[in-house]
C-alpha cells in the first residue's frame, strides 16, 4: 500500500534561518506532489505541484521553493524565513490519473 | 478564480444532534467537489466526493449533494459521534489544467460532546 511521509511535525525557527521540509512517498511510481499551506484562520492554499522528477510549477509568488530530486521525494525550501511563512504545511500525493489526494500529517512551522 | 466558502466555526454539538456544515463554491465549468476531514493529529483524509451535479456523495455516516443552481456542497449528519470530532474541509477541482490542484475553504472545526 501507499504511505506519506512528512517531516518534522513541529519546527519552530528565528527569522531569517534556513528552511528544509521533506516529503517522501513509498508504493507508488511518478506520482504527483503537492504542497500545500494554511495560514491562521485561511483555507489550505496550493503552493507549488509537481508532475515528474525535477518539474515543478508555483502557484504564487512567495519567498519558499521546492524541489523533486527523486520521483517519490518532495522538498520545500527557503533561503530565509519571513515572520509571515509561519502556517501549516501538508505534502500531498496523487496518482497521475487523479481521483483524490493523499495527504501527509503535516508540519507545524513557527517563525520567531 | 475559483473559491470556497465554508461556514465559520467552530461548531459545538452534542453526541447524536443533527450536522451541517454549509459549503459554496465559485468556479468556472464543471468542478468536481470533496469533503475531507482531518481528525486531531492526523493528515487530511478524504471524506466523500461528488464529480457532476446532483450526485451524492456518502461516507460514515455523512452526506453531502452537489447542487449546481446553488453552487453548493453542504454536509450532512444526521447524528453525530464524539469520534466525529474534526476538522473538515470543502474542496473543489476545476478539472482540466487544474486537475489535482485542489481549492480549499477555511476548514471548520468541530467539537462533540458526550
Known amino acids: 500500500s501507499q504511505t506519506i511521509h512528512q517531516w518534522p511535525a513541529t519546527l519552530v525557527q528565528p527569522v531569517g534561518s534556513p528552511l528544509s521540509l521533506e516529503c517522501t512517498v513509498e508504493g507508488t511510481s511518478n506520482p504527483n506532489l503537492y504542497w500545500y499551506r494554511q495560514a491562521a484562520g485561511r483555507g489550505l492554499q496550493l503552493l507549488f505541484y509537481?508532475?515528474?522528477?525535477?518539474?515543478i510549477s508555483s502557484e504564487v509568488p512567495q519567498n519558499l521553493s521546492a524541489s523533486r530530486p527523486q520521483d517519490r521525494q518532495f522538498i520545500l525550501s527557503s533561503k530565509k524565513l519571513l515572520l509571515s511563512d509561519s502556517g501549516f504545511y501538508l505534502c500531498?500525493?496523487?496518482?497521475?490519473?487523479?481521483?483524490?489526494?493523499?495527504f501527509g500529517s503535516g508540519t507545524q512551522l513557527s517563525v520567531l | 478564480g475559483n473559491s470556497v466558502t465554508q461556514m465559520e466555526g467552530p461548531v459545538t454539538l452534542s453526541e447524536e444532534a443533527f450536522l451541517t456544515i454549509n459549503c459554496t463554491y465559485t468556479?468556472?465549468?464543471?468542478?468536481?467537489l470533496f469533503w475531507y476531514v482531518q481528525y486531531p493529529g492526523e493528515g487530511l483524509q478524504l471524506l466523500l466526493k461528488?464529480?457532476?451535479?446532483?450526485d451524492k456523495g456518502s461516507n460514515k455516516g455523512f452526506e453531502a449533494t452537489y447542487r449546481k443552481e446553488t453552487t453548493s456542497f453542504h454536509l450532512e449528519k444526521g447524528s453525530v459521534q464524539v469520534s466525529d470530532s474534526a476538522v473538515y474541509f470543502c474542496?473543489?477541482?476545476?478539472?482540466?489544467?487544474?486537475?489535482?490542484?485542489?481549492?480549499f475553504g477555511q476548514g471548520t472545526i468541530l467539537t462533540v460532546h458526550p
Open positions: 468556479a468556472t465549468g464543471y468542478p468536481s
Open positions: 474542496a473543489l477541482d476545476a478539472g482540466g489544467t487544474s486537475y489535482g490542484k485542489l481549492t
Open positions: 461528488a464529480t457532476k451535479a446532483d
Open positions: 500531498a500525493w496523487s496518482p497521475t490519473v487523479v481521483e483524490k489526494l493523499f
Open positions: 509537481s508532475v515528474g522528477i525535477g518539474q
